[in-house]
């Protein structure tokens, strides 16, 4: 008999033996993904500061430029 876990990444059982040297995870890809998606969350969180606007993408026209224009 033996003790059997669900990888948290994907799900799949994984036997709670010495021989299962990533337990919980399956395999090391499923332990890294795991990680990464924690990391990838603290970012996404203090990214939402300062997500792209469309300020950024619209030229910014003065007075003096709006004045240039008229003239021509
Ligand atoms: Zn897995």
Redesign the pocket.
Known sequence: MSLKVD??????P?EWSPLSQYRP???D??RL?DLGEWFSDERSIAGEEHTPSSDTARPQLSAEDLELLEQD
Do not use: E, K, L, Y
């Open positions: 990888c948290p990444t994907c799900g799949t994984v995870f399956c395999s890809r499923c993904i």
